[in-house]
């Protein structure tokens, strides 16, 4: 076991092309974006927020006020009927909707008491490969995102986060 929980022969790279971490096996040539079976969730949740996420959302000029369009960060909780059930955090994810949903309101209760950000939490709590980015996706225009991801985004004004947001992906908190 390494430092960031991986099993033997396993490391974290960095993807340039994605600008995205991801898991490798030089012995067996591996490479995947979910950790390989047999990894310490814990420490490697500790360890990619320590090496491998954002220290700060930079604007990204180019698209500032493009018409349209809008920028938002999200946080989330995947349960075993999403969509892919696995993520940088977990290899397969178990947990039911219902302890999903759990998760998600303490989550959400401790970010709008101010005991932290939205983009704090997603670093290390987040099942999107967004969490390296403090959840950040971006700026996307309508028909970008899951419909009812997109609905709840673009209601928003900014500054504002939604409530639990229901996708195929799982159980989001998004803020704009």
Sequence with gaps: ??????????EV?????????YYFNAAQQLSRWEPPAGTNTDAL??????????SEI????????????????HLLVKHKDSR???SWREAEISRTKEEAMSILLGHEQRIRSGQTTLGDLAVSESDCSS???MGDL?????????????EAAFALKPGEMSHVVETASGLHLIER
Excluded at 13 to 21: D, I, T, W
Excluded at 58 to 73: F, L, T, Y
Aim: charged share 25%.
């Design 1 to 10: 076991m390494t430092d960031a929980g991986l099993p033997v022969g396993w």
């Design 84 to 86: 892919r059930p696995s």
């Design 138 to 150: 971006g700026y996307f225009g309508k028909g970008d995102m899951q419909k009812e991801f997109e």
């Design 58 to 73: 930079k604007p990204d000029a180019a698209m500032n006020g493009s018409e349209g369009r809008i920028r938002a960060s």
């Design 13 to 21: 790279r960095h993807s340039n092309s994605k600008n995205l971490p």
């Design 131 to 133: 969490a390296r980015k």
């Design 45 to 54: 949740k500790a360890y990619m927020a320590a090496h491998h996420s954002a």
